[in-house]
């Protein structure tokens, strides 16, 4: 309760004035705060954390068979009491054992229940993972929405000072009704836009808000846009390979089908215990209680099972097989989504450079078709054509800008390096 009491504190200021009537404006939230916020309200990780509680159930119990059990009985038994006389007998006491010796039976259970754990762990993280990663796409996409509304809110206001400038030179006849006509449509077009982004950035405030459990507005973070770590592509897969959450999960799973395996293979051999029996036996022809107390040994060993202990056998060893060839699968696509995802890192990083040099120069052509616009020397249409060239450029940059942000998240997904901490 205190950590979540904590994490949700940078939500305070925006709640504050509610008490009072007060509205205030959504908090801004970090990305680091974000993927913590949404961890801790994810479904997937609270299923995840009680297949881990039960993993931890299933130790406990593999761990009891090597404890002392004492456990209390009563019992009534009528029957020959020697050769010539009948009886019936009650019988109350207590009976403790200890297992002495099983060939490593015990210590198979144990080993395979605790890989087990160690698996269900690895999934808590990979659970993690997974839901900081739908979150830091959803935050993402909405400070792309942001940007690409701030360029388009732009056009739509140098259309409308366009469209309120053309038609007061058609008054006067320095222009034409097609002129107004086009600016008019490119105008009504920038709304169109406007309103589209719009409804897009609603969509993923909530899908945001869902993640988070609060409305709240991201803060934009120069770590979206960078990654200051040069990595190279062989390190980002050994990484990959020695991090990421589901190849550890399905590595666990392996260790402790294996050990299962093992015990499956020595089904058959005896299981020795130490028995003590303490009782008080009452005798209805005598009419008495009498103390009585063993101490022995137990083998059991099974004999005849219908084959059921060879198809014990048989299905671990599927099962075996299946988890390394679940493993050796996800290695491959591993490996092949870590490359991949490198090396369109560093082609995205180029792209970025050259699409931002691109809308600056676009800017200072537009800004120099103003100017020659003003002078007469270059047409209205001319001017809007470099206007719509100048908004291009700048959302492909845009674009490019948020592509490169997502892939840098992806590959710490891959890795195992997406903080959820």
């Not at 009650?90 to 698996?119: H, I, K, M, P």
């Not at 293979?265 to 005896?270: A, C, H, S, V």
């Not at 101490?295 to 202990?309: C, H, K, M, Q, Y």
Request: glycine share 6%; with cysteine.
């Amino acid at each position: 309760m205190t950590i979540r009491m904590g994490l949700f504190a940078l939500l305070s200021a925006a709640l504050a004035g509610q008490a009072s009537g007060q509205s205030a404006p959504p908090a801004c939230v970090t990305l680091e705060d974000a993927l913590r916020l949404s961890v801790l309200n994810s479904p997937e990780v609270n299923a995840a954390e009680a297949d881990r509680d039960r993993a931890l159930a299933d130790l406990t119990d593999a761990r009891s068979i090597s404890r002392p059990q004492l456990s209390a009985f009563a019992r009534t038994q009528a029957g020959d009491e020697g050769l010539t006389g009948a009886g019936i007998e009650n019988t109350v006491g207590l009976r403790a054992s200890q297992r002495l010796y099983d060939f490593g039976a015990s210590r198979l259970d144990r080993e395979a229940s605790e890989s087990l754990v160690r698996a269900r762990t690895f999934a808590i993280s990979s659970a993690q993972t997974r839901a900081a990663l739908a979150t830091a796409e959803a935050f993402i996409g909405l400070l792309e929405i942001n940007a690409r509304l701030d360029i388009t809110s732009e056009r739509e206001v140098f259309f409308a000072r366009q469209l309120e400038a053309t038609s007061r030179a058609l008054q006067i006849g320095g222009a034409t009704r097609a002129d107004v006509a086009e600016i008019a449509a490119r105008s009504a077009d920038a709304v169109g836009d406007r309103l589209e982004l719009t409804f897009e950035r609603d969509r993923l405030s909530t899908a945001l808000a869902t993640d988070l459990g609060e409305s709240v507005s991201p803060c934009r973070s120069a770590r979206l846009l960078a990654d200051d770590d040069q990595t190279s592509i062989v390190d980002s897969v050994n990484s990959a390979l020695g991090n990421n959450s589901e190849l550890q999960v399905l590595t666990a799973e392996i260790d402790a089908q294996g050990a299962r395996l093992e015990r499956a293979e020595r089904n058959r051999l005896p299981a020795i215990e130490l028995v003590g029996i303490a009782s008080y036996a009452y005798d209805d022809r005598r009419n008495n209680w009498e103390f009585r107390d063993r101490i022995g040994v137990d083998i059991s060993v099974p004999l005849i099972s219908g084959r059921a202990l060879n198809a014990e056998r048989r299905r671990a060893s599927a099962d075996l097989a299946g988890r390394r060839s679940e493993r050796a699968a996800l290695r491959r696509e591993l490996v092949e989504a870590v490359e991949v995802s490198s090396r369109r890192l560093m082609s995205l990083e180029a792209q970025l450079a050259r699409r931002r040099a691109v809308a600056e120069r676009q800017a200072e052509q537009f800004n120099a078709a103003e100017i020659e616009f003003e002078a007469g020397l270059r047409t209205l249409p001319e001017l809007v054509d470099d206007r719509l060239d100048l908004e291009n450029a700048r959302l492909e940059a845009v674009a490019i800008e948020f592509e490169l942000a997502r892939e840098h998240v992806n590959l710490q997904a891959l890795t195992g390096q997406l903080s959820t901490k």
